[in-house]
């Protein structure tokens, strides 16, 4: 008898909770209301699955408890109660997934007018490009990837030198236009999932996957990784903007095309490249960008997985065994080389290790300085009387 009513208060309590509960979906943004749709035909049909089921056991217990001179009848077979069971579970299993087959059929038929976007994944954050005027996107193969090409743009293909590339982690989107995203990684596993619209799918590596989905509402959405892809997934986040068409035209019409971003600066004077700035750093920035760095460290003085990078040249960090060093280039070079063969204190110890030629370490470090203290302006502090 107690474990019947524990049974039944616990089903009530389910209930009740399911009922009151203060978590509730984001509201919607998109065409995909039968998204929503399809989550509650799943939770009904297996809560009603629960009561019943739950409800059944507490009869039973019950009904058949142990009572002194009664006893159970054996019945090995019952094909009444077989056929009922196997035509139930098979409804409920028809009912369950026949919507999410519908809905997932549409969802990756995308109509023949939608705005390409592609994503592009890779641990810890997002790019986005759109085709050009020509309407296509460039072919793309991992041995073009580089500091220069995170996108890995085939160079020869013409179609991809009009190509349209955004890399920062927020896209802009007009209202109420279809758009089909594409999505590819770099490395490992990622999902690109913006709760408001209901939209979200697995980012294989090496293969491209899809879906598309209208924005009907205007506003910054945030997208998220919904898929465990290393130490740095929480941060994986990026923002999707939903503008009137005028306002996305506007914004479209500031990107960079492929053929741009490979066309080469100008040198810049001997004075700016010695005042910390000039083609090295800029050199550095692309690659703390390529090679994932800015997902761990920020430039703006916060701190995230790894240590910040604004003012680092110069401090003096301390170990996690007590020990204290001075962040100079020697530092950040052995560092970069072999992360592992020191942990800084209050950070985990999971920089892994980053293939880079001579020079690309070199750039990288003259960026790093560069978010620090300037040369001349650290002398002067040094001299001025206290």
Request: glycine share 8%.
């Amino acid at each position: 008898m107690t474990m019947a009513v524990a049974l039944l208060l616990i089903v009530a309590a389910s209930v009740l909770f399911h009922v009151f509960n203060p978590w509730w979906t984001t509201p919607l943004a998109s065409n995909w209301g039968l998204m929503d749709d399809t989550l509650t035909i799943t939770l009904g049909i297996t809560g009603i699955f629960f009561i019943v089921i739950n409800a059944f056991v507490a009869y039973m217990l019950v009904r058949f408890r142990h009572r002194e001179g009664h006893r159970a009848a054996h019945e090995p077979e019952n094909r009444k109660l077989e056929r009922w069971l196997i035509g139930g579970t098979t409804v409920g299993i028809m009912a369950l997934l026949a919507p999410g087959l519908v809905v997932y059929a549409n969802y990756v038929r995308e109509p023949h007018d939608a705005l390409v976007l592609e994503v592009l994944a890779q641990q810890w954050q997002w790019r986005f490009r759109f085709p050009g005027e020509d309407g296509k996107l460039g072919a793309t193969d991992a041995r073009f990837f580089s500091a220069t090409n995170p996108f890995g743009i085939d160079p020869a293909d013409r179609a991809g030198q009009d190509d349209l590339l955004i890399a920062s982690d927020e896209v802009h989107l007009p209202l109420g236009k279809p758009v089909l995203v594409l999505m590819r990684s770099n490395d490992v596993l990622h999902d690109f999932f913006v709760p408001n619209f209901r939209a979200r799918m697995n980012t294989v590596p090496g293969q491209v996957s899809r879906f598309w989905f209208t924005p009907t509402v205007a506003g910054r959405y945030e997208a998220l990784c919904a898929q465990l892809c290393g130490v740095g997934h929480p941060n994986m986040r990026g923002y999707v903007v939903v503008e009137d068409p005028a306002a996305y035209t506007a914004w479209r019409a500031a990107l960079p095309t492929f053929a741009k971003s490979q066309a080469k600066a100008p040198e810049p004077p001997a004075g700016a490249v010695a005042a910390g700035g000039g083609a090295r750093v800029e050199q550095g920035r692309a690659l703390a960008d390529a090679k994932g760095c800015v997902a761990c460290h920020t430039i703006d003085g916060s701190p995230r997985v790894g240590p910040t990078w604004k003012g680092l040249h110069g401090k003096t960090e301390t170990m996690a065994d007590g020990s204290t060093a001075l962040v100079d280039e020697a530092y950040l070079r052995s560092f970069i080389r072999d992360p592992q063969a020191r942990h800084v204190k209050g950070f985990p110890p999971v920089m892994p290790k980053i293939e880079l030629s001579d020079e690309e370490l070199a750039a990288l470090v003259a960026y790093i300085q560069s978010l620090g203290s300037p040369p001349a302006q650290a002398a002067a502090e040094q001299k001025a009387p206290r």
